[in-house]
């Protein structure tokens, strides 16, 4: 009987070992794979100071360059916290390209508690975009040049999970739903769609596009969306949102390309410019 037990303790003590050198997780102290939660009185503590206020880091943070601070709203009530990304030492970059520095993310809670996000992706990755222009229709795979950027047509907020985070983003008019991410899953979630009496963004692009046929004008190719094409989602100065949509012509004359403002009436206003508008101007 104590043979059986001596060997299964040497087993466990090998499963540990096993753990350590093939780099399994094995977390302490509230820590796991997604965030680490800060203990100011903890042996090893490095202190920062972010707006004249003093925080509490568990990793060196060598080279200290500053940090920035950006208010979120957090939880079913929506109160502030802080989400705080700090900017110490340099990448190990090749010579040829320009220096960064390193980056630490944090988020203080509004009841006080403050953890390191290990895992920003949630936050930050590509994909959040992605899948929101995918979502609206918005002819991402042939439109480079848009405004249709998700943080500007959403309200963000951080709700945890024990220590792992998630973010989901409300969709502002005309958009509604909501999607988002957490730490640690593999997929973007979420649904998406259009206000009542709002027009969409492939409804826009049809409604465009018969314009310039009805009115023979010479759109290059005859088609809407080209690799210059590009596309807003604006508000005119009596307060009524609109699709813009500025589109190279065959280059007739000092014709070089067109702009279409197509509000969710189905009103169209076509102006026509030497050159491709800017942003600014469509």
């Known amino acids: 009987m104590w043979q059986v037990i001596r060997y299964f303790l040497i087993f466990c003590v090998l ?5 350590v050198a093939f780099g399994a997780p094995m977390y302490m102290n509230g820590e796991n794979n997604t965030s680490v939660k800060m203990d100011d009185a903890a042996y090893g503590m490095v202190p920062f100071y972010c707006n004249t206020k003093l925080y509490h880091s568990d990793i060196p943070l060598p080279k200290f360059q500053g ?20 900017f110490y030492d340099w990448e190990d970059l090749p010579e040829d390209m320009p220096k960064q520095a390193k980056r630490a993310t944090f988020i203080e809670k509004p009841d006080g508690e403050m953890y390191r996000l290990k895992n920003t992706d949630f936050l ?73 009496g709002a027009m969409s963004f492939s409804r826009a692009a049809i409604v465009a596009q018969g314009y310039a046929f009805d009115n ?17 989602l604006k508000i005119d100065k009596k307060g009524y949102p609109y699709w ?39």
């Open 15 to 19: 499963v540990v070992l096993a753990s």
């Open 67 to 86: 940090c920035q601070s950006e208010d979120i709203s957090f939880g079913p009530g929506g109160l502030d916290a802080k989400l705080i990304t700090v």
């Open 124 to 196: 930050t990755n590509p994909r959040l975009q992605t899948y929101f222009e995918d979502a609206i229709g918005s002819a991402r795979s042939v439109l480079d040049q848009h405004n249709f950027h998700l943080n500007d047509f959403s309200v963000r907020n951080i709700q945890s999970y024990g220590n792992t985070f998630c973010v989901t983003h409300y969709l502002k008019f005309p958009f509604m739903g909501t999607m988002g991410w957490c730490q640690g899953d593999r997929l973007v979630g979420g649904e998406i769609g259009y206000h009542d």
């Open 216 to 232: 023979n004008l010479k759109l290059a190719q005859n088609k809407l969306f080209h690799s210059q094409t590009k596309a807003v």
């Open 244 to 282: 813009g949509f500025a589109v190279p012509a065959q280059k007739v004359g000092q014709l070089g390309a067109y702009l279409f403002k197509v509000y969710f009436n189905g009103t169209v206003f076509a102006n026509e410019f030497p050159g491709l508008p800017t942003m600014q101007e469509m």
